[in-house]
């Protein structure tokens, strides 16, 4: 079940980032036009870059500061824990997004925990601590070395919400999914005929959920990788449905199941920027590591070399051959 629930949240996490982009275009036309001229505009941002005399620790810390990228932390609950975390960076200016995903069992080091208990997950964080969201986008930050400017928290039901609200997608099911567990809370019955056919909120999520069929029925024959392949085909398809005359009732619909540090001012700054922004334009990756035991747990050990090299590539920086010497990303004293 645990492997369900991550899959439907990745998919949830991945919709509602190219959702939000909708929202900030559809905030620019719904908002008082005064509002937008609160915010800069690019030439007055250049201009104050180039009246700035700061000095930068690397080459990156430079990039940054001069960047259009705004950094937003995708977060998936799971009652007190974020069961998927995700980091999505958009270039205002080239309009393209990146997603990083960080696996919820990140070892990141807090003193106050015992070494390798389950507290030092990087799931772990966001109940734990008073400023919750912050802590969390604190931490993110400690593991990538570059700012974390918002975040978007998703419960489940966003997707089965926003799918409803375009009157389903049409989407062609690559073989007949059915699978039975008994043992979920209500129990979990998926049953979707293969072939082209419209797929409306509850089937949305079963589809989405699918992972393994049961006895006598097909499963995704190369495992996860075609799991996700079908997720991203059924989400691009519901966001070229949403991103039309229809973008409002799905706004209406998503809402209730969404929170997040963004203003309005904010959501209307970006709306001129995100117009024209497409799935073509969005690729994923996985922060850089590895599985291991430690103790008795499963960590995902941030590489912090690697993640070095990750994040002076997002901001198309050369990076010297001794990434030591530039390396920004604290692996939060990584075992």
């Known amino acids: ?65 001069d960047s259009n990228r705004v950094n937003v932390l995708l977060i998936g609950m799971e009652g007190p824990r974020t069961d998927t975390i995700m980091l999505f960076s958009y270039d205002r200016k080239t309009k393209e997004g990146n997603i990083i995903s960080i696996p919820r069992d990140t070892y990141y ?17 966001y109940g734990s601590e008073k400023e919750g969201y912050q802590a969390l986008m604190d931490t993110v930050e400690d593991i990538t070395g570059i700012p974390v400017d918002k975040y978007v928290s998703v419960k489940y039901d966003g997707v089965r919400a926003a799918v409803k609200a375009i009157g389903g997608v049409n989407f062609n099911v690559p073989f007949h999914m059915k699978y039975t567990d008994i043992y979920d809370e209500p129990a979990l019955y998926i049953n979707i005929p293969a072939g082209q056919q419209i797929i409306d909120g509850d089937k949305a999520v079963e589809l989405l959920r699918f992972r393994n069929g049961d006895p006598g029925y097909p499963s995704y024959p190369d495992g996860d990788i075609g ?17 039309s005359l229809k973008l409002p009732n799905v706004i209406n619909a998503v809402y209730p199941h969404v929170k997040t540090n963004f203003t309005l001012t904010e959501l209307v700054g970006l709306a001129k920027d995100a117009i024209g922004f497409t799935t073509d334009n969005l690729s994923s990756a996985i922060l850089p590591g590895e599985p291991k035991y430690l103790g008795k747990l499963s960590f995902y050990i941030p590489n912090g070399q690697e993640i070095t090299k990750a994040m002076y590539d997002l901001y198309d920086v050369p990076l010297s051959a001794d ?8 692996a939060a004293e990584t075992p």
């Open 227 to 243: 799991r996700v392949k079908t997720q991203q085909e059924f989400i691009q398809a519901a966001v070229k449905k949403s991103l």
């Open 109 to 125: 080091y807090r003193d106050e925990y015992d070494k390798y208990s389950e507290m030092q997950k990087i799931n772990a964080v």
């Open 1 to 65: 079940m645990k492997q369900f629930i991550k899959a439907f949240l990745f998919s949830l996490i991945i919709f509602s980032a190219v959702i939000a982009t909708g929202i900030f275009t559809y905030a620019k036309f719904m908002s008082p036009e005064g509002i937008a001229e609160e915010f800069p505009d690019d030439e007055d941002q250049i201009k104050q870059a180039e009246e700035d005399e700061e000095e930068f620790a690397s080459p990156l810390e430079k990039a940054i500061h």
């Open 323 to 330: 990434t030591n010497e530039e390396n920004v990303a604290d």
